[in-house]
């Protein structure tokens, strides 16, 4: 045989391999972590049914593009932590608080929609403040871990394990945090931007707080998101007849409420530098959610999106909010607050989430590690060698 006819019998064997590698996924590395399980602490941006199974649920048109029915997401189909869990490998996790065909194998969800760090004196019925803060729903995890432990180690066969959590996965897991958002909202609502400043401290000690109690109950891989541009919301930046110069930037997202949200995650951002030195045992990874989101905002028409602060379920005009899925009146008129003809083209879903189109691109632009502190891809966030 050639030399010529060596080399493209090689380069053939080698287009070969490179194909079967794109369409099976990504070969593993040997840093690479054996992720078994999801354990997610958050707000709606990753609530996959707990406010639905503890309040109302959230009816139609909410999930009309993936799953065709409501499923307690706030979203036209599915959340980032979804996507995560499928890159993983993994199923959809399942609500804490909801006890319909829950699957608790494979992990557990234990956002809800309104939640913050802090706790707040407010009420879900008054402005859709959860009572399942971050400090609750650990609490929630700790008596979670207790429980199925307790059943998994009495099951007297495979059929009575069915649908609990191998104990022995709880220190292989990764734990996911998103939160942060409704405590920016309820700053906005009653102080100033100073004042909302002042209270980061004790909010960021709270969180980290939750953090070593997580640690403390045998959590080693923390996935950390901070908290992304609320001023680009759609909620933020509709119902501003008249601005004053400078009051919007250049891509028409509140500039103000940006500058606080970015003070916070500078001290979110400290605080997890801080822990890692605390917490000898723990990788902790954080994602910059802001970096990501605003990429997306700021650049949406050459990612195939429309206006970029629009919305597609919902009316927000003239001091009226007509939230999506509901009726209301205007000037004596029905208003019928539906989705739009094609959500795949808007980011924002109903003013304050975003779409499953969105997410999608979100997640992709997560996952690899780009937006990561460490830079490390989800896949090896278990690596304390790596999060040094």
């Given at each position: 045989m050639c030399a010529s006819t060596t080399k493209m019998w090689f380069l053939r064997i080698l287009f070969a391999f490179i194909l079967v590698v794109r369409v099976k996924g990504v070969v593993k590395n040997s840093q690479d972590c054996n992720i078994?399980?999801?354990?997610?602490?958050?707000?709606?941006?990753?609530?996959?049914?707990?406010?639905?199974?503890?309040?109302?649920?959230?009816?139609?048109?909410?999930?009309?593009?993936?799953?065709?029915?409501?499923?307690?997401?706030?979203?036209?189909?599915?959340?980032?932590?979804?996507?995560?869990?499928?890159?993983?490998?993994?199923?959809?996790?399942?609500?804490?608080?909801?006890?319909?065909?829950?699957?608790?194998?494979?992990?557990?969800?234990?956002?809800?929609?309104?939640?913050?760090?802090?706790?707040?004196?407010e009420s879900w019925f008054q402005h859709g403040v959860s009572p399942f803060s971050l400090d609750v729903q650990v609490e929630q995890f700790d008596q979670f871990k207790t429980r199925t432990t307790y059943f998994y180690t009495q099951a007297k066969n495979e059929s009575d394990k069915s649908n609990l959590p191998?104990?022995?996965?709880?220190?292989?897991?990764?734990?996911?945090?998103?939160?942060?958002?409704?405590?920016?909202?309820?700053?906005?609502?009653?102080?100033?931007?100073?004042?909302?400043?002042?209270?980061?401290?004790?909010?960021?000690?709270?969180?980290?707080?939750?953090?070593?109690?997580?640690?403390?109950?045998?959590?080693?891989?923390?996935?950390?998101?901070?908290?992304?541009?609320?001023?680009?919301?759609?909620?933020?930046?509709?119902?501003?007849?008249?601005?004053?110069?400078?009051?919007?930037?250049?891509?028409?997202?509140?500039?103000?409420?940006?500058?606080?949200?970015?003070?916070?995650?500078?001290?979110?951002?400290?605080?997890?530098?801080?822990?890692?030195?605390?917490?000898?045992?723990?990788?902790?990874?954080?994602?910059?959610?802001?970096?990501?989101?605003?990429?997306?905002?700021?650049?949406?028409?050459?990612?195939?999106?429309?206006?970029a602060l629009s919305y597609c379920c919902g009316y927000h005009k003239n001091g009226v909010d007509i939230w999506c899925g509901n009726t209301g009146t205007v000037n004596g008129t029905v208003v019928s607050a539906d989705s739009c003809p094609d959500p795949s083209k808007v980011i924002s879903w109903d003013a304050v989430h975003y779409t499953d189109a969105a997410n999608y691109w979100i997640a992709n632009h997560i996952i690899d590690g780009s937006f990561s502190d460490p830079p490390v891809s989800i896949s090896q966030a278990c690596s304390k060698s790596i999060n040094m």
């Open positions: 078994p399980a999801i354990y997610n602490f958050g707000d709606s941006n990753s609530d996959t049914g707990g406010s639905s199974a503890a309040f109302s649920p959230a009816g139609p048109p909410t999930g009309e593009t993936y799953f065709g029915i409501p499923t307690g997401r706030a979203s036209d189909g599915r959340l980032i932590i979804d996507f995560i869990a499928e890159s993983l490998g993994l199923p959809f996790l399942s609500a804490y608080l909801n006890s319909i065909k829950a699957n608790f194998e494979y992990g557990a969800n234990f956002a809800t929609g309104g939640a913050t760090i802090r706790r707040l004196n191998n104990p022995d996965d709880f220190s292989k897991a990764l734990y996911i945090i998103d939160i942060g958002q409704n405590d920016l909202g309820a700053c906005f609502r009653s102080l100033t931007n100073p004042q909302c400043i002042a209270t980061f401290p004790d909010i960021i000690q709270d969180f980290a707080t939750a953090v070593q109690k997580l640690y403390d109950k045998g959590a080693r891989a923390f996935w950390i998101h901070n908290t992304g541009p609320f001023g680009c919301l759609p909620i933020s930046t509709t119902n501003h007849p008249n601005p004053e110069p400078g009051y919007f930037d250049e891509i028409g997202c509140r500039k103000d409420q940006n500058d606080v949200a970015i003070e916070f995650n500078k001290q979110l951002k400290d605080k997890i530098i801080q822990l890692r030195t605390e917490l000898s045992d723990a990788a902790l990874t954080h994602v910059d959610m802001y970096a990501a989101k605003h990429q997306l905002i700021s650049n949406a028409k050459n990612q195939g999106f429309e206006d």
